[in-house]
């Protein structure tokens, strides 16, 4: 992976434009103190209001890799509600890239939602496609021709150099707790984020991811080949050892929300000084409140992820 400090410009560019290390706040409720354990929320959702969460986790090792190649173009993919394609647009106004936005369907226009007008504000080329085309674009190198000076950043922003990203925020939460965790909850989605958490913990921390999705068993195949391309080593990091995905906390699939879950956002917003959203952090909080009893044994140390969003989070 590409070294950050030798890039001093891109290094003070991070250090001007966002908040890092993120902190660790303690989530203080009488349901914990009984069962023994000390909850802390890492707070990424702090970073940046427009660069917030896993995103720019995620994204710090592309960029890094784009302005070391000198490309100064990025493209990338999104649905019109994608917090990646609002990250990725943020990152190229503050950053000084280009960037460009296939978007999945050809119906849309950046009028159709906050995020595509916020990502045309910040300069963002969108490019609008059917289903079909966008599937072409994704998974066939060929189809992108007119792109080949760009760099590439996949869904989500999910690819092997996203993991270097993620570690870092393992490496500050160590220093933050002084210890290395016992469990380590976070939301999947496309899985780069569980992904680079597995990446950095030791079989002392168990590693909980929440499915967002419905049927998201394939992302298992996903995370190891991750993890096999970013040359994890297996023995210190045996995957099956600590690693759970709940695969049953999707509240009906990507989006969907149930009853249960919306109450459980609104009064967790109403008495905390920070708010989750519904459709990533929501559903971490929401399965860990409901499992930390059977879960978590008394006397640990355990994160919560919150990996922001909260742009996109209509109340
Ligand atoms: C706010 C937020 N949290 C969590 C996730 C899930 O992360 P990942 O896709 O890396 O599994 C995403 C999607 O990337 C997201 O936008």
Redesign the pocket.
């Known amino acids: 992976m590409a070294d950050i400090s030798a890039n001093i410009v891109f290094s003070e560019q991070i250090n001007r434009i966002l908040t890092l290390p993120s902190p660790l706040q303690k989530l203080d409720d009488a349901l914990f103190t009984k069962h023994g354990i000390d909850v802390f929320v890492k707070r990424d959702d702090l970073i940046h209001p427009e660069i917030?969460?896993?995103?720019w986790r995620?994204l710090k090792y592309n960029l890094l890799d784009a302005q070391n190649q000198g490309v100064r173009q990025i493209i990338t993919f999104g649905g019109a509600y994608?917090?990646?394609i609002y990250a990725t647009a943020a990152s190229g106004k503050y950053f000084g890239f280009e960037t460009i936005g296939i978007i999945r369907g050809d119906e849309l226009s950046e009028n159709s939602s906050e995020t595509l007008r916020f990502a045309a504000e910040c300069g963002m080329k969108l490019h609008f496609v059917s289903r079909t085309a966008y599937r072409t674009l994704r998974e066939n190198p060929a189809s992108r021709n007119t792109f080949s000076h760009s760099k590439l950043i996949p869904e989500?922003?999910?690819s092997p150099l996203?993991l270097g990203g993620?570690g870092e925020m393992v490496d500050e939460i160590v220093q933050q707790l002084g210890q290395a965790p016992d469990y380590i909850f976070?939301?999947?989605?496309?899985?780069?984020?569980?992904?680079?958490i597995i990446a950095k913990t030791t079989p002392k921390t168990k590693v909980i991811?929440v499915c967002?999705l419905k049927n998201g068993q394939y992302?298992l195949n996903e995370i190891d080949n991750l993890l096999e391309v970013s040359n994890v080593n297996r023995v210190q990091n045996p995957v099956n050892v600590n690693l759970e995905i709940l695969w049953n906390e999707h509240h009906g699939g990507y989006a969907k929300k149930t009853p249960e879950l919306f109450d459980f956002v609104s009064k967790f917003n109403a008495e905390h000084d920070f708010e989750i959203?519904p459709?990533?952090?929501g559903k971490m909080f929401f399965a860990f409140y409901k499992n930390f009893l059977t879960m978590i044994k008394p006397q640990s140390k355990v994160i919560l992820i919150h990996?922001?969003?909260?742009q996109?989070f209509i109340h």
């Open positions: 917030s969460g896993n995103k995620k994608s917090n990646h989500g922003g999910t996203a993620v976070c939301p999947v989605g496309t899985a780069g984020t569980i992904s680079g991811g967002v992302l959203e459709i990533y952090s990996t922001g969003g909260l996109g």
